[in-house]
């Protein structure tokens, strides 16, 4: 089974600064896709950025950033320029290429940026 | 917003009871997935439905069942509610059953407590 693990229970990051979310996995699969989702105080999960696992390039959107390191099973998020707005809980997912599994979650990262 | 709507958004059962949870998924997705989130935790794979069959399950015992309708909506049942079913209740849709592009959209939840 997969298991998703995320080490940090709370950050903190001044307004513009930059942060790094820590996650790490662990699978038997060669090919795969992981995922950060953010949650609002709103409780709605929202797909942050994505990745597949047979791509070396590491996926960007706008300010959010991954470092991929397949063989250490890492994937680990980077926000730069940290804004109020991305206050939130933060979730790293596991999903399977297959056709009915399912996103596997770990603990979540709670987010504050302080002004 | 995702277009996913999900009800109620708040309840409160009594142990021993059952529930009734809605989902109404995107337009045009075909696939509803049920997770339960747990205060503190990640969210937790319950079942998913794909073109009104149950096309996986995860470690939930039989009292919790679901259903999938011909426009796609789904509900969630929990028979014999216990207290530990206190959670926050996602329903995610997707355009098929699993695989990168098939990104899964976020309801805001149902928080349910159960007393």
């Known amino acids: 089974a997969q298991t998703v693990t995320q080490s940090q229970p709370e950050m903190s990051v001044q307004e513009a600064e930059t942060v790094t979310l820590s996650c790490t996995y662990d699978t038997s699969e060669n090919n795969y896709y992981l995922f950060w989702y953010k949650q609002p105080p709103s409780r709605q999960m929202i797909l942050v950025i994505r990745?597949?696992?047979?791509?070396?390039q590491n996926a960007t959107e706008n300010r959010f950033s991954v470092n991929f390191q397949k063989a250490a099973k890492s994937f680990s998020l980077k926000i730069s320029d940290s804004q109020l707005g991305d206050t939130a809980m933060y979730f790293c997912?596991?999903?399977?290429?297959?056709?009915?599994?399912?996103?596997?979650f770990g603990k979540g990262t709670r987010l504050s940026v302080i002004a | 917003e995702t277009g996913v709507t999900q009800s109620p958004t708040h309840l409160i059962k009594t142990r021993g009871q059952q529930v009734t949870l809605r989902c109404s998924s995107q337009?045009?997705?075909?696939?509803v997935s049920w997770y339960q989130q747990a205060l503190g935790q990640g969210p937790q794979f319950i079942f998913q439905y794909y073109r009104e069959e149950e096309n996986g399950r995860g470690n939930f015992p039989p009292r919790f069942s679901g259903l999938q309708f011909p426009n796609y909506s789904s509900e969630l049942n929990v028979n014999a509610l216990e207290l530990d079913d206190s959670a926050l209740y996602l329903c995610a849709s997707s355009l098929g059953r699993g695989g990168m592009n098939t990104e899964a959209f976020f309801g805001q939840g149902t928080r349910l407590t159960v007393v």
């Open positions: 337009s045009g997705h075909n696939t």
């Open positions: 997912a596991f999903m399977k290429p297959s056709g009915n599994t399912p996103l596997v």
């Open positions: 990745q597949e696992a047979y791509k070396q």
